[in-house]
C-alpha cells in the first residue's frame, strides 16, 4: 500500500504516468508497505498464463528475493524509476522516503533494487549509471544501505499512516535499529539470484 498523501497523475509523453505527494512527505516517513492485498505470483503461475497478463506483470511487478513477482493491488505500481530516488527498499517490505518529498513531486524507486529480469537504459539524468541491471543489488547495496541509515532514525520520531500496517514485532524491531540497539538488515536480503533458482 503506498502512502494515503499521494496520488497518480501524468507526468510527461516519455515517462506517462507517476505517483506524486500532495503534501511533504518528510525523510524517514515509511512510503510503501507490502500488504495482503498485494498480489505475489511464482515463475510457474506466470508460464501458465496468457500474454496478456504476462505483459501486465512485466510492465507493473518487481520481483522479491524468491523470484516471485508482487502486483501492487493500488497506484504503488505506478511509482517511476530514477537513479536519483528519493525512495529506498528496506529489508523489511516496506519502503522509506530518504529526503523530503515535496508537494507535487514524484516518489521514485532505483528500478536496480526491484531485480528486474532484463536490462534496461533508463532516462538520462545526468547520473554516471545509465543502464539498470538484473544485479545492481549486489553493486550498489552499500549505497543504498547507507543512504538507509541516515534517516532510519527518524521512522519512530514522524507521524508514520502506515504503521498499522507493520505488526507489532516488526514496530519493535524498528524502534530498536533506530536507537542503535540492533543492526539494519542490509538491502542485499532482497535481492534474487536467477542462478540459485
Not at 507490502?34 to 497478463?53: G, K, S
Not at 517490505?93 to 528500478?111: C, K, M, N, V
Not at 530498536?176 to 538488515?185: K, L, V
Request: charge should be negative; charged fraction near 25%.
Amino acid at each position: 500500500m503506498i502512502h494515503p498523501h499521494t496520488e497518480v497523475r501524468f507526468i510527461s509523453e516519455e515517462i506517462g504516468y507517476g505517483v506524486v505527494a500532495k503534501q511533504l512527505i518528510p525523510a524517514g516517513t515509511i512510503t510503501w508497505v507490502l500488504d495482503q492485498l498485494d498480489r505475489e505470483f511464482t515463475p510457474a503461475q506466470y508460464e501458465q498464463m496468457d500474454f496478456v497478463y504476462k505483459e501486465i506483470l512485466d510492465t507493473y511487478t518487481f520481483r522479491n528475493n524468491k523470484g516471485n513477482m508482487i502486483l501492487c493491488w493500488d497506484i504503488g505500481r505506478f511509482v517511476n524509476h530514477s537513479f536519483n530516488s528519493n525512495c529506498l527498499t528496506t529489508a523489511y517490505d516496506f519502503e522509506i522516503a530518504i529526503r523530503d518529498i515535496q508537494p507535487g513531486e514524484q516518489l521514485t524507486d532505483d528500478y536496480g533494487y526491484l531485480n528486474i529480469s532484463e536490462p534496461f537504459e533508463a532516462m538520462d539524468e545526468g547520473t554516471d549509471r545509465k543502464m539498470v541491471y538484473p544485479d545492481d543489488l549486489t553493486r550498489y547495496h552499500d549505497v543504498w544501505d547507507e543512504q538507509i541509515k541516515k534517516v532510519f532514525h527518524k521512522i519512530p520520531e514522524l507521524d508514520q499512516p502506515m504503521k498499522f500496517l507493520l505488526a507489532e514485532s516488526l514496530w519493535t524491531k524498528v524502534q530498536h535499529i533506530a536507537a542503535g540497539r540492533e543492526q539494519m538488515a542490509s538491502i542485499l536480503t532482497n535481492y534474487f539470484d536467477p542462478e540459485m533458482a
